[in-house]
């Protein structure tokens, strides 16, 4: 029994030792503050081949690796290597999604900093990502809010979400993003052509409502335009704005009351010279 | 052929009753759980990573078992002497070397089994499904190690069996590497290495023929013609192999 | 004249023992012929090549040239394969099996039918005396039980010739006992029986005929009795005075006691062995007349070697 003891005493002591020395060692800094062992990490190519057969896992690992050393290290250059390391990711597995996707959010970080150039990574990161994954809308997708939320680019948001929505699995929501983004550039006639197409592709109650709602104030304007004008020729003929489509009618400039998208009388606004639109949609 | 069946059943028992077998098990499967600690650490897909890990995991450990077991199940016997009993009996050196491959294969597929329903009930804590994807992988590694284990009984009959193992696993290094150096070099200009490459290239089982894991993965779909082809594949080295090893058992005396 | 059940027809066999080693000729042309019913000793010092003769019958080696038939048919047949129990030297086993297990592997490989194998197995296990132990594993058998298995696996498919290498090896005299029985009873039911053996006194009193293996040759075959009578009588001759070590004429044997000499020589010396004592000064002391042994024989022909 004795020897027993002793026995376990002096395996503890060892262990005990055995660990304070790595604590030790531990303590001593030797990491390299800005990375520098990634440049000595071989390209993608031979790194699978030293994988046997399993780059999808020599893959995770990296970006695993790479997430908690971007998320825990405080230097400031960490992210000299940022670009290097997300290629080979995604070199040795390019269908893998996150890679592109966390590679962009952590290149964001350091937007401030020099914002040509990190935009520069970004959309090189996604495009390659968008190019490695031609069936998928996501990362396109993910391209466009970036352009529009950090970059504040329009016209970039518009140009990826353009090509998200080319993407077979593109959902109704990106066709919707798109005609926002182009809500700029186009002319009324333009968006209220592109809404219809929209509308027609909406396959839910949902989607279907909001392409409605959204026609709806298109056309509106539209009607705003033509009809605001007739409001004022009238108020410059009669000296006053008309109160009611009647009026209108009565003075031949118009047929008959003009309806809103719903079918309802648009109303008319004396004191502003301007028609007033309804805001609810039936649910046709 | 009853004897084929008889010292295959027998390699099979000894491998059952041999504990080292759990030993290997038992790291698979907790290295297939521990894939849950993976997933913990990444941002994103989670899935991916447990099917990465599980997997490599699988092939890793058939190949160990591979490696380790037909040092164990033939080499030894070879050594030790126990043959004497079957070779002495009315039973013809190739029915050996086909019972103890057949046995050696057994265990394989039992390992697998084990492993790939371990991978099942992971995948389906995580996705709610039983993923059936993983079969194809798991036959895949299969037609890996039929391979693999073919060329483990060419080296016992060959060499001693620490040395035969150690050919073993550089079979299983180099077929993974050699499709990877094979296109590397097509841009070398030097005639004579490309010609050397070439020949251990095509000389070598190129075991990437085996590897769908990419396509599982992502879910993308894997052409029939080349499952049908890794099969003829496998069979042909299979075929090799065993058949270089008899070539050499049918004249070594036992001493 | 019974039929011929083993022939070996002039076997050679060298060993390359490596890149910068001599070659190691073991088989240098070894003749031999049993008939059946017939207990067949095969004796010679370690290293003579009974164990290689014995492996080339049973086919685990192969020799450069020569002829092995069995039953008339080449030994490689797997009919002639079938003719044959074979009991080698050391028992190499599997550990993880149990006796009984082990017996029932080795059937299957006779292609035994499984219905039968079992009785046979129980059958076998009495017959060798491990009634009772045939469940327990290998690897606890002690080395006396396991020559027992080994035996039980030889007679498995009630073979018509047993082929045995060194059956006492390893037995305690009970155990030698039992063997000898085991052999002696199976002659009696027909089996011929092969033995190899460096224990002279079970060869001579268990066999039939005898071939003497010497160096890869057989130095003489026959009858025991015939053998030994082929030799001349021997005496034993006690004496002082004279160092046997310093004799002129040649002994079989010697020894020099606290007290007296003894030498044994064949009897044509032994007038000249008298006549050089007692020209030297010795004194006789008795003069006993021997019948020469098998062992003598062995003995004689060992140092004929040597020389």
């Not at chain 1, 190519?45 to 405080?74: H, P, R, T, V």
């Not at chain 1, 401030?112 to 520069?120: A, G």
């Not at chain 3, 009795?225 to 004799?247: K, S």
């Amino acid at each position: 029994m004795r020897r027993a003891v002793i026995s376990v005493v002096i395996i503890a002591v060892l262990l005990a030792c055995a660990a304070g020395v790595e604590y030790a060692q531990g303590r001593i800094p030797r990491e390299d503050p800005l990375g520098l062992r990634l440049l000595y990490l071989p390209t993608a190519e031979y790194l699978e081949m030293l994988s046997l057969g399993n780059k999808g896992f020599l893959a995770d690992y990296l970006y695993i690796w790479a997430i908690q050393y971007y998320a825990q290290f405080k230097a400031n250059d960490r992210f000299l290597y940022l670009d290097k390391m997300f290629n080979l990711i995604t070199d040795i597995d390019p269908l893998y999604r996150d890679p592109y996707r966390i590679g962009a959010v952590i290149m964001l970080m350091e937007a401030e900093r020099d914002p040509q150039s990190r935009k520069k990574s970004v959309f090189k990161l996604l495009e390659k990502g968008m190019a490695a994954i031609p069936d998928d809308y996501a990362l396109a997708e993910e391209a466009a809010w970036k352009a529009r939320i950090f970059f504040k680019d329009d016209n970039l948001a518009a140009h990826y979400a353009a090509i998200a929505t080319a993407r077979p699995n593109a959902p109704h929501w990106t066709k919707r993003f798109y005609g926002h983004l182009k809500s700029g550039s186009w002319t009324n006639a333009q968006s209220i052509a592109y809404w219809e197409g929209v509308l027609a592709e909406a396959e839910t109650d949902y989607q279907r409502m909001v392409s409605l709602n959204h026609l709806y104030d298109l056309k509106v304007k539209r009607d705003r335009e033509i009809l605001n004008p007739l409001l004022k020729q009238f108020a410059d003929r009669f000296g006053r704005c008309p109160e009611s489509w009647e009026q209108l009618t009565a003075a031949g400039v118009l047929q008959s009351a003009p309806l809103d998208p719903a079918g309802n009388e648009y109303g008319i606004d004396s004191e502003n010279c301007e028609i007033v639109a309804q805001k609810e949609i039936r649910k046709d | 052929m009853r004897a084929v069946y008889t010292i295959a059943r027998n390699t099979f028992r000894e491998a059952i009753r041999d504990r080292i077998l759990y030993l290997f098990l038992g790291f698979a499967v907790l290295l297939i759980v521990s894939s849950k600690l993976f997933s913990m650490l990444t941002v994103g897909d989670e899935t991916k990573i447990i099917k990465d890990l599980g997997l490599g995991a699988i092939q890793f450990f058939s190949m160990l078992i591979s490696v380790m077991m037909s040092v164990m199940l033939v080499s030894r016997e070879v050594e030790n002497r126990t043959a004497f009993n079957i070779l002495a009996k009315p039973v013809r050196r190739h029915s050996f070397i086909l019972g103890k491959y057949f046995g050696l294969l057994a265990i394989i597929v039992a390992n697998l089994l084990l492993m790939t329903a371990a991978l099942l009930v992971i995948i389906f804590l995580y996705q709610g499904e039983i993923d059936l994807t993983i079969f194809t992988g798991a036959g895949m590694t299969f037609l890996e190690m039929a391979v693999l284990c073919a060329f483990a009984v060419l080296f016992a009959m060959v060499t001693k069996p620490i040395l035969g193992s150690v050919l073993t696993l550089a079979v299983f290094v180099v077929g993974h590497m050699t499709q990877g150096i094979w296109l590397l070099t097509e841009r070398l200009q030097d005639a004579v290495t490309r010609f050397i490459v070439a020949v251990v290239y095509y000389v070598l089982p190129n075991l990437e023929r085996f590897n769908f894991k990419s396509e599982l993965v992502h879910s993308l779909p894997i052409p029939a013609a080349a499952v049908w082809w890794a099969i003829l594949y496998a069979l042909i080295f299979t075929a090799l192999a065993l058949f270089l090893a008899w070539l050499k058992f049918r004249e070594k005396d036992l001493l | 004249m019974s039929e011929i059940l083993l022939r070996l027809r002039d076997l050679r066999k060298t060993y390359d023992e490596g890149l910068f080693k001599p070659k190691k000729e073991v088989l240098r042309g070894v003749s031999l012929e049993v008939r059946r019913g017939e207990v067949f000793g095969f004796l010679g010092p370690n290293g003579a090549g009974k164990t290689t003769t014995i492996k080339a019958i049973t086919e685990l080696i192969f020799p450069d040239s020569g002829e092995i038939t069995i039953g008339g048919l080449p030994h490689s047949d797997l009919e002639a394969k079938r003719k044959i129990g074979f009991m080698p030297e050391s028992p190499y086993f599997y550990n993880h099996l149990s006796g009984a297990e082990f017996l029932r592997f080795c059937a299957d490989l006779l292609g035994m039918e499984t219905a039968r194998e079992e009785a046979r197995v129980s059958e076998l296990l009495e017959q060798v005396g491990l009634a009772g132990r045939g469940d327990d594993k290998l690897r606890t058998y002690s080395k006396g039980m396991l020559q027992r298995i080994n035996l039980a696996q030889a007679l498995l498919n009630r073979p018509e010739l047993l082929i045995l290498d060194e059956p006492m090896s390893g037995l305690d005299p009970i155990g030698r006992r039992d063997v000898r029985d085991i052999i002696l009873a199976q002659s009696e039911a027909g089996t011929t029986i092969f033995f190899s053996s460096h224990i002279i006194p079970d060869v001579e009193t268990i066999c039939d005929r005898v071939a003497i293996l010497i160096d890869g040759v057989i130095k003489a075959v026959g009858e025991v009795r015939e053998i030994v009578a082929q030799e001349v009588d021997l005496y034993e001759v006690t004496f002082t005075g004279v160092d046997p070590e310093r004799l002129k004429t040649g002994t079989v044997a010697r020894r020099l006691g606290s007290d007296q000499a003894w030498v044994r020589v064949v009897a044509g010396h032994r007038d000249a062995l008298i006549g050089e004592v007692t020209a030297a000064g010795g004194k006789l002391l008795s003069l006993t007349p021997v019948r020469s042994t098998l062992e003598e024989f062995l003995m004689r022909h060992y140092e004929e070697v040597r020389r």
